[in-house]
């Protein structure tokens, strides 16, 4: 999120982009790798991602890596971009605030 092109995308200021990190900091929780599944061919560095929602027992992937929403859900594992993601946080917990460049 603090690439130039992404903080200009979104309207986002450095505050906000530390304000995300520790959030997530906060929350996160490490992953031992276990499984080994080779699924999206056109780039395995993909896989890691299905990996380690897998044996981190994730609800969602979010991406906008096209190879992994291609797949649409991955062992039970529904794949979002991060529009459809914000949807669903919004029907969970209500509206959030989101910046005009992402309305």
Known sequence: M???E?????????ANVEEWANLIRKSART???KSKFKIV???????VVLNTTYDGKCEFIVSGDHHLLDLKTFKGISVFTPRQMLNVLS???GRFVLSEATR
């Not at 992404?6 to 450095?14: G, I, K, N, T």
């Not at 061919?41 to 896989?47: F, M, S, V």
């Open 91 to 93: 029907k969970r917990f």
């Open 2 to 4: 603090s690439r130039n």
């Open 6 to 14: 992404l903080l200009a995308r979104f309207d986002y200021s450095p």
């Open 41 to 47: 061919r056109q780039d395995p560095a993909d896989d």
């Open 31 to 33: 992953v031992r790798l």
